[in-house]
């Protein structure tokens, strides 16, 4: 059961440390190793505007990706890698609406162990819990969450991430940031046909090469060696 | 991004080449390493990869029925035996983005079999 | 009114590994066969090809061969005081619904369970006393002896292409495989995978430790491989995209490239897709089962298959509900404790540490499904006493990477922040410089444990949910204490930059993130009516000619994946099926 080590495991504890923010090896290691020179890209972004978000949401996505994922040596910001318009989409298509979701009442809180219970599709939670951060936003700093400053940001996202904020409105904080978080996430590492990860920024952070993946003799020939990744994506295929 | 096959191995090939003399029936048993994807029947349809009969001599990507990549169709190549041996060494390095999940057979004497039996089968 | 079809001699529900081993066995043999299944058909060639195969968010995050909760899905709760509420979306486990199955995007994990298991209760009792087994464990003997499974474990081991390295064959015992394994008639029919570095750094550290590493069975070819039915498989290209797809290089044995096509090739074999079965129909004695009913789900008409005998081979979980639905065998009742359909659910339970070493160069994103090293030195080892420790059952320990793909795999150091620079500095430097080392242990039947209908939530189709009631024992807590100190402790050994150490869960079992797609019990096979749903050829204790394939006839769960058994149960029961059952249609016990 590896899967346990791997996904579960590894999530919990992160989020619980998350908070905790204790040392930490910073040292920045040369992130991105090309070998190739690039040739002309597909461009595999999707086009600038909102599908879902309004005026207030999408201006506290943009100002949280870019909170969240600065520009620094191991990537551009969240607006420059695609992440506003990842999470756009994700909450305009299949996913946001709620197509796989089991919607049949009744509705009841139950416990932790039973999961996600909310009578509200991703792109109804991601509605909600916007307008409640800013209604604490508002409340603690006079003024919504993208004109706080970083500091204020900071506290926010923590107070988010941690749970120390509640919703005057009884929505869940906690199932509002594993769904934001996932889709940070999710959109800094999916493949860029989804409009994040713009120019593969997210692989190259990591070294993941993509798609292509004949790896038969790389085993060996990159036995402990860094693999000069030649990073690939869907669009780069198609 | 991709690199462009490089003069390198055409160079390799071309001093150290036996394909003229490849042995078409040990090519057969290397074959199989193909099998599970390309049929060797003419018309073959509905494989993993496309039909190989009478692939020397034939343009890249024009088998009727089978969905090539775009990097297959625009690859320009007429398959010849130095093609062919560059390909199945380095899939991606001959046509980068193609799709065929197979990382290459790295012994210059097995493609040259290989090669052989293509050859003498397949057309 | 739903409209009649005509009378076949099978009909199967659900076309994974076990509907389709008997789908091609049933129809070379002559039979007239008819499988339904619910999902929808996928073409390796069209659905599993470059470069669209690729997309994790797709396949791994949105899970798009999986079962859709909006149409169907549990209830779920940890204690019969609990109001059980729907699983509203995947997470713990993620049956599949396509045809194959969960087959399709299963990584090829395939073991050999023995009489460790099958003799459970016998063997504690008599090397530990009848005490030692705690008066609410309701583990059982299975009915079934390794001797009489050895052949169709080889039979599954060769269709499935099956990569590993013999510990034990014929008692002698081998160089490099598991010496703790039960006899082998002959080796695996492929040699191991290529190790990659992860499992090989964590073998060497086992071997210094005095433990007994050897490589993971699993069904990826580690070369081009004909299977003795003709399939043919490409070799395994240790892509890293292996659970949660399909193998876009017919290398990961499968049923949708393997026995299914067979079955289909043969004019009395006919598959339905799309084709959602509602339940199983008993004739007015209620001993015999004449057919099913089922929708088309493209249109939502009802149609009634009837058959002269019913397989019921759907995903675990979905056949005990089918039995549920259609009120076959008695419903278990944990109160009375009487009542054999529901029993015996279990789960699997583990444990995980994170080594980080500065400088070395992992290549997560390179390997096999089954690219791992394993030890069973705390799981089937006969040394391993469990007297002092008190608990029953085993866990292997491995170590290697299977499909550590970006968006679910990210390793950092507790106590990195969750963004910001900092977090993306350790994120970039240790991806590729770290490995696990994972425990995965069995769970032992308990009288709480156990399915049954929901009283209140409802599917699409207007049918009760099935109500899952779980949650991790005693036995469970002091197993994974144990498998945590000895990962922490190896772990150690190997002086690791950083260890991010492994730790027993305490929490009680939940619905997320996601853990295993090894649910097994609920209609369990046993010796005797009283005690089990089936007999030992997997035949209905209550209607003869209603067989049900799957790992829902284990009446325990052991460290190991579940396929291995459940493969050769399929071949098992077709063997019956044919050679007896067919010939004198009754009890096969």
Known sequence: MKDIEKEGFGRRDFLKSAVAGGAVAAAATAAVVTTQPAQAQPAGTAASGYAYLNLDEAAFVEAMVDHMVPADQYSPKGTDMGLAIFIDRALAGGWGKGERLYMQGPWKPGVPSQGYQLPLTPAELYRAGIAATNAHCAKTYGKTFDRLDAKQKQEVLIGLSSAKITFSDGLPVRVFWSTVYQTVIEGMFADPIYGGNRDKAGWKMIGFPGVIATHAQDIIKYRDKKFPADYTSISDMS | MYRKITIAAAMLFAMGAVHADGDAKRGQKLFDECVACHAPERGATGGVGPSLFGVIGRKAGEVADFRYSPAMKRSGVTWNERDLDAYIEAPQKKIPANRMPYSGMPEARDRADLIAYLNATFK | ????????????????????????????????????????????????????????????????????????????????????????????????????????????????????????????????????????????????????????????????????????????????????????????????????????????????????????????????????????????????????????????????????????????????????????????????????????????????????????????????????????????DPVSQTGVIGKNYCYQTGAGATLFFEGRNFNPFINAGGSNATMDDFNINPDFDRGQLGFVGGYSIGAGFNTALPIGYRPVPRGTPQWGTEWKAATSKWYQTAMNIGASGGVMANRYNYYDLDPTYRNAFGLPLMRMTFDYKDNEHKMGRHAAAQINALAKTMNPTHLNEAS?????????????????????????????????????????????VGANVFPHNASYNPTGPVGALAYWTADAIKNRYVKNPGMLV
């Open chain 3, 1 to 332: 009114m739903a409209k009649v079809m005509k009378e076949v001699d099978a009909v199967i529900i659900g076309l994974g590994w076990t509907g389709g081993i008997l789908a091609k066995e049933l129809a070379e043999a002559g039979m007239s066969v008819v499988a339904l299944e619910r999902g929808t058909m996928r073409d390796p060639a069209k659905d599993y090809a470059l470069p669209n195969i690729r997309d994790e968010l797709r396949y791994v995050q949105r899970h798009d061969l999986m079962m859709n909760t909006a149409r169907d899905t549990l209830t779920i709760r940890n204690n019969p005081s609990q109001e059980a509420l729907p699983m509203r979306k995947l997470g713990s486990f993620l049956p599949g619904d396509v045809v194959g199955g969960s087959a399709v995007h299963w990584s090829g994990h395939t073991w050999r369970w023995t009489d460790n298991e099958f003799k459970i209760r016998s063997n504690y009792e008599a090397r530990y006393g009848k005490k030692f087994i705690p008066g609410d464990m309701t583990i059982q003997d299975w009915g079934i002896t390794y001797a009489e499974l050895e052949p169709y474990y080889d039979k599954f081991e060769y269709t499935a292409a099956v990569s590993g390295k013999a510990g034990n064959i014929r008692g002698k015992i081998q160089a490099g495989g598991n010496p703790f394994e039960a006899p082998r008639a002959r080796d695996y029919p492929l040699p191991p995978l290529t190790p990659i570095l992860s499992s090989e750094v964590f073998s060497e550290a086992a071997r210094n430790a005095g433990y007994h590493p050897f490589p993971r069975p699993s069904a990826n070819a580690s070369r081009a491989y004909v299977n003795p039915d003709g399939s043919k498989f490409g070799a395994c290209q240790y892509c890293g995209y292996c659970q949660r797809f399909g193998c876009e290089a017919n290398a990961k044995g499968s049923p949708h490239m393997t026995v299914i096509p067979i079955a289909m090739s043969k004019p009395n074999f006919e598959l339905r897709a799309n084709a959602w079965v509602t339940r199983i129909i008993k004739d007015a004695s209620g001993k015999r089962v004449t057919g099913v009913a089922y929708t088309n789900v493209l249109n939502g008409e009802e149609f009634i298959q009837p058959a002269s005998m019913v397989l019921l081979t759907a995903y675990a979980i979905n056949n005990v509900h089918l039995m549920l639905l259609s009120g076959i065998g008695k419903p278990y």
């Open chain 3, 504 to 548: 027993a869960r305490t929490d009680p079992w939940t619905v997320v993130p996601y853990q295993s797609t090894h649910n097994t019990g609920g209609t369990i096979m046993g010796s005797n009516p009283g005690n089990s749903a089936l007999n030992k050829y997997l035949q209905s204790w209550d209607c003869h000619n209603l067989f049900v």
